[in-house]
């Protein structure tokens, strides 16, 4: 069970989306696997891929589908990457969106395909285009939750997250859902995310909207380390919201539509480590007092990789030692030791490069046995600072990935 789950939330349906799903049985017989979201005609949208150069077919299509018309309907089938599967591939999530955009009459380039699952193995074509009059049938505007167990590989719960917002006396909603639990570090956004909007946005603006928010919130999470072949972040606008539209970024609306999409996306990301695969703790890292962002990025990202620090957590044993050593090979050379203070939670470690007078163990104890932990680093030599998630290294990480393919 994902670290502090505290149920499915309260989603609010937006205006022009409706989901729906259905049983294909593409890797276990009965499972919920293939799901369609349907944007209205005129919606606009914005999505990021993964940047890693063995990308998946699906990703390909949808890059090229996407540069050419505003997509009707995202086809996401879980069960198989289709990665790792050369140009036939490519044939076959052409093939499906080509049966999607016949039934639903539509052209093959509206449609986006997304998968995940096992990577190197043929997609079951027949399976999901025999599924999908089942999954259009089923199209609700309260589909959300249904698609997003629809979504899931080895995550143990469905994540969603949803927002209302008052711009202008209106009601904007921006409402999303994820997948991820193993496979994760960001080079854009690692998962698979659908987020929408009944707000008008310009395409270009919306875009951007997206960037901004991927870039302090998917792009700031990790499990494992591992970059998927298939990850995706979509962000749809169906422009069904009374609002007029918003067209500029010095637009305050657009500030105030640009929080809540944030906001949803910080939910959505934080869910995915927080069932990370065989996770227990969910740890906070920031990293402040840095000469720049990115030098703050490379120490936190150091501590969250250290198999040793995320074993210690699963542990809750406090030996904070391999932090620090964690900090030191970061690849910061100038890094002024004597001037770094470390923290876990309220209780300070280590001050002027050495144990803080005040630590005893008891204390380290107690901050360790709790299930959500922040690591605060403070480098002691300029302004820059970051934040990211990450989560501990179970005997459960172990067993999952071992038998993932059995």
Not at 212 to 235: M, P
Not at 244 to 254: E, G, K, N, T, V
Not at 274 to 287: L, N, P, Q, W, Y
Request: glycine share 8%; with cysteine.
């Amino acid at each position: 069970m994902a670290v502090g789950w505290k149920g499915w939330p309260e989603m609010h349906p937006v205006a022009g989306i409706r989901l729906g799903i259905a049983r294909a049985g593409i890797k276990e017989a009965g499972r919920r696997d293939v799901v369609i979201i349907e944007a209205a005609q005129g919606s606009v949208c914005a999505a990021v891929f993964t940047r890693n150069l063995f990308c998946a077919a699906p990703v390909k299509v949808a890059r090229d589908h996407l540069n050419q018309t505003a997509p009707r309907y995202l086809l996401i089938n879980t069960g198989n990457a289709n990665a790792g599967t050369g140009e036939q591939g490519v044939v076959d999530a052409l093939a499906c969106c080509e049966k999607l955009a016949e039934i639903a009459v539509c052209p093959t380039e509206a449609v986006l395909p997304f998968s995940t699952g096992v990577i190197s193995e043929p997609l079951a074509v027949d399976k999901i285009q025999a599924a999908l009059p089942a999954a259009l049938t089923s199209l609700s505007p309260s589909g959300w939750e249904d698609a997003a167990h629809g979504i899931m590989t080895t995550d143990t719960v469905p994540k969603g997250a949803s927002t209302t917002v008052e711009i202008d006396g209106e009601t904007v909603t921006v409402t999303g859902i994820s997948k991820g639990a193993g496979m994760i570090r960001p080079d854009m956004a690692t998962m698979l995310a659908f987020i929408a909007t009944d707000a008008a946005v310009d395409q270009s603006l919306l875009q951007q909207c997206l960037q901004a928010a991927v870039d302090r919130t998917f792009n700031r999470i990790t499990v494992d380390g591992d970059t998927s072949t298939n990850d995706a972040c979509v962000l749809i606008s169906t422009g069904k919201s009374s609002l007029s539209p918003i067209l500029q970024a010095d637009d305050p609306r657009y500030f105030l539509l640009q929080k809540a999409v944030c906001d949803i996306c910080e939910q959505l990301a934080q869910a995915i480590v927080r069932d990370g695969e065989g996770a227990s703790k969910f740890i906070t890292i920031e990293v402040a007092g840095g000469r720049d962002e990115q030098e703050c990025l490379k120490i936190a990202y150091t501590i969250a990789h250290s198999p040793l620090v995320k074993t210690a957590f699963f542990a809750s044993d406090p030996n904070w030692g391999r932090i620090l050593a964690a900090v030191g090979r970061a690849g910061v050379d100038d890094l002024d030791i004597n001037a770094l203070t470390l923290y876990l939670d309220e209780l300070c470690l280590v001050r002027h490069g050495g144990r803080a007078a005040e630590y005893r163990e008891e204390a380290g104890q107690a901050v360790m046995d709790r299930e959500e932990i922040t690591i605060r680093v403070e480098l002691g030599r300029g302004a820059a600072q970051t934040r990211i998630w990450t989560c501990d290294l179970s005997y459960d990480y172990i067993r999952i990935n071992a038998e993932y393919r059995t």
